[in-house]
């Protein structure tokens, strides 16, 4: 395993839709223990293929392994189904994005699909900080960032760090 470079914000790689994985291979087993890896590493909660420069709807996540035993997905061609209509804001940060907490409000509960590395397809009803951290790393996949979907004073107030990193 190895720990990989992440990219950065505003590396235009972050902004481009993925591609299906389809079938699982040898090389997409190394990308997700890679990717899992690097995600401990940061540290993080998840971690979307194309933050590693690798374009494909792959991501891997554990929200809770700060505070609890790891239990790390790999989501392979993920999709959310049925989101609540109950909302929850919680602030979001980004391992590629450093130093922007981004509040988000999104639907507080989802159902989320994938396929594991094993080529089962499964789903499981997501809540809490599980529910975000896969709506955030969906998000990745279709090229769309958390600083997208700030509101404007909060965008306004990370303005200068975005900036910054822009300038890189």
Not at 110 to 118: A, E, K, N, P
């Amino acid at each position: 395993m190895a720990v990989l470079q992440i990219l950065t914000y505003p590396d235009p790689r972050l902004r481009r839709p993925c591609l299906p994985v389809g079938a699982v291979d040898a090389a997409v087993r190394q990308l997700a223990a890679d990717m899992l890896e690097t995600m401990y590493a940061a540290p993080g909660r998840g971690l979307a293929a194309p933050q590693v420069g690798v374009m494909l709807r792959l991501f891997v996540m554990d929200p809770d392994w700060r505070t609890g035993p790891p239990a790390p997905r790999i989501c392979i061609d993920p999709e959310i189904l049925d989101p609540s209509d109950a909302t929850a804001t919680c602030e979001e940060g980004c391992l590629s994005i450093p130093g922007v907490p981004a509040p988000v409000t999104r639907p507080a509960e989802v159902t989320l699909c994938w396929t594991g590395l094993d080529g089962i397809r499964r789903s499981e009803r997501l809540a809490g900080i599980a529910a975000t951290c896969a709506q955030h790393e969906l998000d990745h996949l279709d090229g769309r960032l958390c600083i997208d979907l700030m509101d404007r004073a909060a965008r306004a107030a990370a303005a200068p760090v975005l900036a910054a990193l822009e300038a890189r």
